[in-house]
């Protein structure tokens, strides 16, 4: 397994100037991503997903710790790529307009831009609907223009800040499908943040187990071995749904004994 980015005693404490107080978001972090794996975050509200998503996106940085990338580049903007819950899209632009952002703002030509923006149109099952504006499209078919957005900056790392939690069950269940097959077919890393125990079982190859303020790693599931497609009735899925339930349950517990001792 080829290590890709080492992230080292990461903790991150943040002033919050209006009441003068500081909150320790992450404490500690030690975590490596593999290059090609399918990692899940995992943890309570509040617990510093997102925070640390940030981090290796480059937007914001570390208190104290580092994160290395292997791959040299002079920031690690160039080397990741967010998709947030949020579509954040460009609604001036039309969908191939949206997804050849990338390669326009790298001066890839307007030919072969088009053409890299349409092979990511296709893999995301949006053929068709290359002229439309975001606002003319579902929740569903927005999140799918982000990502081939996304995929069209080549980056090493795609970050996921929970992007199917505003959909419907049904539309999420069809992305999920899609996205591992995605996943499979790009080989890219996904660094994926949920708060669904079902997702982090049907996504991922590792779940790492955060603990609730300030974020800790506290324990890493590797469930790469449990044969895909997955659902979440088979024997061995159950058993670890169980253990992650159990998981959230006590820091959720812990998180909210500690709110009213303060
Ligand atoms: N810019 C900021 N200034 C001050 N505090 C912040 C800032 N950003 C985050 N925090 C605090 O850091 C902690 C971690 O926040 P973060 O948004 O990373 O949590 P999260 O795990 O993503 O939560 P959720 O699951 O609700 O999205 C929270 O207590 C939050 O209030
Ligand atoms: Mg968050």
């Not at 952002?101 to 030919?111: A, Q, S, W």
């Amino acid at each position: 397994m080829e290590n890709i980015c080492a992230i080292r005693n990461l903790t991150k404490v943040f002033f919050v100037e209006r009441t003068g107080e500081y909150v320790h978001a992450l404490d500690r972090i030690d975590l490596d991503l593999n290059r090609s794996e399918f990692l899940i975050l995992l943890g309570p509200s509040g617990c510093g997903k997102s925070t640390l998503l940030f981090m290796l996106s480059g937007l914001d940085h570390p208190t104290s710790g580092e994160i290395t990338f292997t791959e040299k580049s002079h920031d690690n903007k160039r080397l990741t790529c967010t998709v947030f819950q949020e579509y954040a899209l460009f609604p001036w632009r039309t969908v191939i307009d949206n997804v050849a952002f990338g390669p326009e703002m790298r001066r890839v030509r307007k030919r072969a831009r088009y053409r890299e923006a349409e092979r990511y149109i296709e893999l995301v099952n949006l053929t068709g609907f290359e002229t439309r504006f975001p606002n003319e499209l579902s929740g569903g078919m927005r999140q799918r223009v982000a990502l081939a957005r996304a995929l069209a900056n080549d980056p090493e790392v795609i970050l996921f800040d929970e992007p199917l939690a505003a959909l419907d069950a049904q539309t999420r269940r069809v992305l999920q499908t899609e996205l591992v097959s995605i996943w499979s077919k790009t080989k890219k890393t996904f660094v994926y943040v949920t708060h669904s125990l079902e997702e982090a079982v049907l996504l991922g190859e590792r779940i790492v187990l955060m603990s609730s303020r300030p974020g800790r790693v506290k324990e890493i599931i590797d469930i790469a071995d449990i044969p895909r497609p997955r659902s979440t009735t088979n024997e061995r899925e159950v058993k670890v749904l169980a253990m992650l339930a159990e998981h959230i349950a006590a820091e959720v517990d812990k998180s909210m004994r500690r709110e009213r001792e303060l």
